[in-house]
């Protein structure tokens, strides 16, 4: 315990310092949320059981190689248990989305955790703030990706390996965050074996929390246990006005095919970048939303891999 925390905070080791490596270098932190009685298998089963259809997301990956190709699930008639259990022989994730939407304690919760974040931060103010639940298989894997807000990561049960990469053109060049932004494409980006050369790894047990800077690209793999962590989301105006830089740049390079790439996210230029990346939304030019129509498994809990195929689907 430090001077910084009280006995009731969520985070346990919060230091002055981080106060300006948040965003910018991967901070571990330990966390306190397994005291809230929120995140047991009981209780989250009983979640899985009251979240609405479309915010209840079940994929699995199978990879070659370098590839990968994506497959999506459904719970069908298995109770949230039942789910759990699937999930702990399968190879497969279910995500369990906008909890703070549908279900008022974990709305306290995540108004709770960015209180003390903003209270620790002077000046510092989230927005569009968002918690989710991931609960996935032993030795599952995310493939490498960025995201487009602030992230972070607190791990519940199980214990995951989070590669982390440079912040570099080499490895996510701003075309592509223009791509992901403008939602032209999945979040998934091209991985070269050779990238693990370069990443910081991560260990990530219950207890501890891992945050990473904007558009960091990373991937995920699983020990050998079932996993349940939770993933939270906010925006900041400095987060805002680099997506907006990025956005605006992706919509000039479409537009006017200029190559113009400062990303800059201050200073006069973001407001002309914002106003064009607002056009482009209102135009309808993005593919739309992340509504998936085919399903290819659904959870058996009686399998022995915790899944039956869709017929049908492939
Ligand atoms: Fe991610």
Redesign the pocket.
């Known amino acids: 315990m430090n001077s910084m925390t009280k006995n009731d905070d969520i985070l346990v080791d919060w230091q002055s310092r981080h106060q300006d490596l948040l965003g910018v270098h991967a901070i571990k932190l330990h966390h306190r949320l397994i005291d809230t009685g929120l995140f047991s298998r009981e209780v989250l089963g009983r979640l899985i059981e009251r979240c609405p259809k479309n915010e209840l997301g079940l994929e699995s990956v199978s990879f070659e190689g370098e590839q990968h190709q994506r497959l999506y699930g459904e719970l069908g008639a298995a109770s949230g248990m039942e789910a759990i259990d699937a999930i702990a022989k399968g190879r497969m994730w279910m995500n369990i989305r906008r909890v703070m939407d549908w279900a008022p304690e974990y709305q306290a919760l995540l108004t709770r955790i960015f209180d003390e974040f903003d209270a620790r931060m002077g000046g510092f103010k989230t927005f569009k703030r968002n918690l989710g639940v991931l609960i996935s298989s032993p030795n599952c894997r ?1 493939p490498y ?1 960025a ?1 487009i807000q602030g ?1 972070s990561l607190w791990q519940i049960e199980g214990v995951k390996r989070i590669f982390l990469y440079p912040r570099s053109d080499v490895f996510m060049p701003s075309t592509n965050i223009e791509k992901i932004l403008l939602r032209e494409t999945t979040e998934d980006m091209p991985y070269r074996g050779w990238f693990d050369e370069f990443a910081t790894v991560y260990d990530l047990h219950p207890g501890e929390m891992l945050t990473w800077p904007l558009y960091a690209p ?1 991937k995920v793999e699983n020990h050998d246990c079932l996993n349940i962590s939770v993933t939270m989301e906010h925006w900041t105006q400095q987060i805002w006005n680099s997506y907006a830089v990025h956005y605006g740049n992706g919509v000039l390079r479409r537009t006017l095919g200029l190559q113009n790439s400062s990303t800059r996210d201050h200073g006069i230029h973001v407001y002309p970048k914002a106003a064009s990346a607002f056009l482009w939304k209102k135009s309808g030019r993005q593919i739309t939303g992340d509504v998936v129509s085919k399903r290819d498994f659904r959870i058996d809990a009686a399998s022995p891999i915790g899944r039956t195929d869709i017929a049908g689907a492939q």
């Open positions: 995310v990706h995201d992230q990373h």
